[in-house]
C-alpha cells in the first residue's frame, strides 16, 4: 500500500467514522410529507427518534410512497439501521439490494460496517487523546527535570510494559463487565508509556540544545519553555506514536469483540468476524468485508506512520 493510498484509506475511515449514523439509517435524510419537510435522520441524532409518519417502521412508509407521489423522500446512502434484521435472509450473502450480506440477525453488513467504523474511530480516538495527554506531559516532566522524577517515571513505564494489552483488558472486563468506556480507559493507561518514552528522550536531548539556554538566560518560564519552545520540536515524533496507538487499539478493541468480551450494545467489526465461527462456510462475507476493514485501517495507519 502506498502512503497516497494509506491516506486516502484514512480520509474514507474518518468520513464514514464521523457521518456513520448519517450514511446507514432507514430514517430517511430529508422528506417533504404535505409540503412541509422534515429531516428525520438529522433529528435523530440530537433528540429522540422521529416517528414515522404512518403506522409501521420508516422503512415501511418510504417503500409504500407511490412513484409519481408529490411527497419527496431522499434516503441515505444504506437506508438500512444496524438494527433492522430480516428473518429471510439469516447468513444471506451478498445481493443487489444487500452488497455485503446479511448476518445471523438477518442485519445488513454493509450498514454494520459503517457503523463499526464509528465504533473504531471513537476508540482510537479517544485513546490517543487520553494516553498522549499523559504519556506526553509525563515524559515532559521526566525528560525536563531527570533526577528522582526520571527514575518515578521510567518504573511507572516498566511496571506498565508487564502487563500484557489483551490480558489487561480481559481482566478488566471481567471485573468491571462490558463496558466501553473502561475498554478505552484500560488502553489509554497501557499505551501512555509509548508516547512518554518517546517524549523524554526527545527532552532530555533538547533541554541540552542552545536555544534552551539561551531561553533560560532571557528569564523565560519553564511553562511558556516547554509549551512555545521545546513541544513543537516533538510533535512529528507524538504524531507517529499516534498512529501507531490508534491502530493497537482497533486492533485489541475487535479482538475483545471476536472473543465476546467487548462493549455489549456496540457495533464492531470484531463482533461479525466472531459471527462466522458459527455459520457455515456459505457466510463467507461475515469474516472477509469486517476482516478487509480492520485489515486496511490497520496498514494505512503503519504505512502514513512509517516515515
Not at 499505551?191 to 536555544?211: C, D, K, M, N, P
Not at 475487535?254 to 465476546?260: A, D, E, I, Y
Not at 462466522?276 to 468485508?289: C, D, G, K, P
Request: net charge neutral; charged share 15%.
Amino acid at each position: 500500500m502506498t502512503k497516497r493510498i494509506a491516506q486516502i484509506v484514512l480520509a474514507l475511515w474518518l468520513v464514514v467514522g464521523l457521518f456513520g449514523p448519517l450514511l446507514a439509517t432507514e430514517l430517511p435524510l430529508a422528506v417533504r410529507i404535505d409540503g412541509t419537510w422534515r429531516f428525520p435522520a438529522f433529528a435523530g441524532l440530537v433528540g429522540e427518534r422521529p416517528e414515522p409518519p404512518a403506522n409501521g417502521t420508516w422503512s415501511d412508509w418510504w417503500r409504500a410512497v407511490p412513484f409519481d407521489s408529490e411527497d419527496v423522500v431522499w434516503l441515505a446512502p444504506i437506508p438500512f439501521d444496524p438494527s433492522n434484521s430480516d428473518e429471510a435472509r439469516l447468513y444471506a450473502g451478498p445481493s443487489t439490494e444487500h452488497p455485503f450480506g446479511n448476518d445471523r440477525s438477518g442485519r445488513d453488513v454493509l450498514a454494520l460496517i459503517v457503523h463499526g467504523a464509528s465504533t473504531a474511530l471513537e476508540v482510537a480516538v479517544f485513546v490517543v487523546l487520553f494516553a498522549g495527554a499523559v504519556g506526553v506531559a509525563l515524559g515532559a516532566i521526566a525528560g525536563l527535570r531527570g533526577g528522582l522524577v526520571d527514575s518515578l517515571v521510567l518504573r511507572l513505564v516498566e511496571l506498565s510494559l508487564c502487563f500484557p494489552v489483551v490480558v489487561a483488558v480481559l481482566c478488566v472486563a471481567a471485573f468491571v463487565g462490558r463496558s466501553q468506556s473502561a475498554v478505552i480507559v484500560v488502553l489509554a493507561a497501557i499505551y501512555w508509556t509509548s508516547f512518554a518514552r518517546i517524549v523524554r528522550g526527545e527532552f532530555l536531548s533538547l533541554r541540552e540544545r542552545e536555544f534552551v539556554a539561551t531561553a533560560r538566560g532571557l528569564g523565560i518560564g519553564t511553562p511558556r519553555l516547554v509549551l512555545r519552545h521545546m513541544l513543537p520540536c516533538v510533535l512529528g515524533q507524538v504524531g507517529v506514536v499516534a498512529a501507531f496507538v490508534a491502530a493497537s487499539a482497533i486492533t485489541v478493541e475487535s479482538t475483545m469483540r471476536f472473543l465476546g468480551l467487548g462493549a455489549s450494545g456496540v457495533v464492531s467489526w470484531g463482533e461479525l468476524i466472531a459471527q462466522f465461527r458459527v455459520a457455515t462456510a456459505s457466510a463467507w462475507h461475515l469474516w472477509l468485508f469486517p476482516g478487509l476493514a480492520i485489515f486496511s485501517v490497520v496498514v494505512a495507519l503503519h504505512r502514513v506512520a512509517d516515515v
